[in-house]
């Protein structure tokens, strides 16, 4: 539930003392860590995704980007406001960030996720500019091989390769293309069948007892990953 600033020196301390006897060595942040920012291996259940997730609204559409760092995994998708409490307990996110102006608007679906909620600045959310990272990112002319995207998820992929890319300073981990997921494609479960269903977790809130849990028979956690996917999105 923190965020770490992680430090280091980036001079030689001989170097530093060329400017004179009282030069402080130069330091700077390399990194910050957050719940949905994590990579290592040690900190991460290798089983389940870690997803960060960005929240954007456009028109009163909801674009929502969603990417697990630790595996490159990229899916934008949009929907209407009433259907963004299921969409987050579909994903189960690890932390979840928003324009600071949209927050008062959607805060009665987010209160079960309200200590990982990281606000950001609204400028960060735009739809032109979304897309020109989306291009640059992908070195790609033309997003059109990926997807038809709305400005809503625009805006939302956009916003969540700048919070990457701030966490990370600057070093982008290597991403999939965006998948575009379509609600038409999916049988679309509401937040009070999927716990009656026990899914991923039983009412008490445990993973031993679950569906997942009762049929996972996979050998790798990447396999472990797609078969809990494909139970929280059946076609």
């Not at 954007?56 to 209407?80: C, N, Y």
């Not at 406001?81 to 994903?91: G, K, M, P, T, W």
């Not at 608007?105 to 606000?119: F, M, N, Q, Y």
Request: glycine share 6%; hydrophobic share 40%.
């Amino acid at each position: 539930g923190f965020k770490v600033a992680l430090c280091e020196q980036l001079e030689d301390p001989k170097e530093a003392k060329k400017r004179g006897p009282q030069a402080i060595v130069t330091r700077d942040v390399v990194r910050i860590l957050t719940p949905g920012t994590l990579t290592e291996d040690t900190l991460l259940n290798a089983r389940h995704h870690n997803f960060l997730v960005c929240i954007a609204e456009h028109e009163k559409s909801i674009g929502l980007a969603s990417v697990d760092i630790s595996t490159g995994d990229f899916i934008l998708e949009h929907f209407p406001l009433d259907e963004l409490e299921s969409a987050l307990i579909r994903l189960n996110p690890k932390e979840i960030i928003l324009s600071q102006m949209l927050l008062p608007v959607v805060e009665p679906w987010l209160k079960p996720w309200k200590a990982i909620i990281s606000p950001q600045p609204s400028s960060r959310f735009d739809a032109l500019n979304g897309k020109q990272k989306l291009l640059e990112m992908f070195h790609v002319a033309t997003l059109e091989g990926f997807g038809t995207f709305s400005q809503a998820e625009l805006m939302a992929g956009g916003a969540i390769l700048d919070y990457v890319s701030l966490t990370q300073r600057g070093k982008l981990p290597p991403f999939s293309p965006p998948k575009c997921r379509k609600s038409s494609d999916h049988l679309e479960i509401d937040g009070a069948t999927r716990e009656s269903l026990e899914i991923h977790q039983t009412l008490r809130g445990e993973h031993h007892g679950s569906l997942l849990h009762a049929i996972d028979r996979t050998q790798t956690p990447l396999g472990s990953r797609l078969l809990s996917q494909r139970l929280a999105n059946p076609l």
